[in-house]
């Protein structure tokens, strides 16, 4: 990402430099890791390993043992990101809305999230098109998870709440899967209730990272209750 405030080569580019053949390489194999799920990766990961032991491979190998196990063409993952330059940056904004179900006359609750992907798009980047798992946490403590395709300037994603419960925080891509940059503005409140209560440890972190911006006399007591509660 901060290669990136530079230029936007890609990771096949011979000016993409060490910052994209390495970390933002192993990043992208974690993506595809995350897109195709772990079964399938390693499925097609075995076959690429096995054909290819001792040998030099280029990257049409690896697109070939997905296609040729799984049956699937990977290009679009493979053109945004390996032939491909920069990263997206998202803007995230939700709301909590009702409206009214003309079927059955009914107000139905619903979680909206807005998605717009907001960076400078060239000759080198373009749209990005990428899954994402959203979850929306209750007060009662209770959080539900939603997947959903990210592919257009603007995206707009309903989580039901068929519940009528009231929403604390929405997470953007639990377990921070996706490399990007992410505009997503939230409040003191939200922010602390992720750092205590987000299921996976990366989403908590993150929370903590945030409230870095906010004034220790506020933040005292969250970060002692932080401490001694995080495992």
């Given at each position: 990402l901060e290669a990136g405030k530079k230029d936007s080569y890609p990771i096949r580019h011979i000016k993409g430099g060490s910052a994209r053949s390495y970390p933002k390489g192993s990043t992208v194999i974690a993506m595809l890791k995350y897109v195709l799920g772990e079964a399938e990766f390693n499925r097609a990961l075995n076959h690429y390993m096995k054909t290819h032991a001792y040998k030099n491979v280029e990257?049409?190998?690896?697109?070939?043992?997905?296609?040729?196990?799984?049956?699937?063409?990977?290009?679009?993952?493979?053109?945004?990101?390996?032939?491909?330059?920069?990263?997206?940056?998202?803007q995230v904004k939700w709301e909590d809305m009702e409206f009214e179900d003309i079927d059955d006359d009914a107000l139905e609750r619903i979680t909206r999230i807005t998605v717009k992907q907001i960076h400078e798009r060239n000759d080198w980047t373009g749209l990005f098109k990428m899954p994402f798992d959203i979850q929306v946490y209750y007060k009662?403590?209770?959080?539900?998870?939603?997947?959903?395709?990210?592919?257009?300037?603007?995206?707009?994603?309903?989580?039901?709440?068929?519940?009528?419960?009231?929403?604390?925080?929405?997470?953007?891509?639990?377990?921070?899967?996706?490399?990007?940059?992410i505009t997503f503005e939230r409040s003191f409140e939200e922010l602390s209730q992720q750092a205590l209560t987000a299921v996976e440890p990366i989403d908590r972190y993150l929370a903590l990272l945030e409230l870095d911006k906010t004034s220790i006399d506020k933040k005292r007591e969250l970060l002692q209750k932080i401490y001694s509660s995080e495992s």
């Open positions: 990257t049409n190998d690896l697109y070939q043992a997905i296609q040729d196990v799984l049956g699937k063409s990977p290009d679009w993952f493979f053109e945004q990101w390996i032939y491909k330059g920069g990263e997206p940056h998202y009662d403590g209770s959080h539900t998870t939603q997947r959903a395709w990210v592919q257009n300037e603007t995206d707009v994603i309903d989580i039901p709440n068929p519940k009528d419960l009231d929403v604390v925080y929405v997470i953007f891509d639990v377990g921070n899967h996706v490399l990007k940059n």
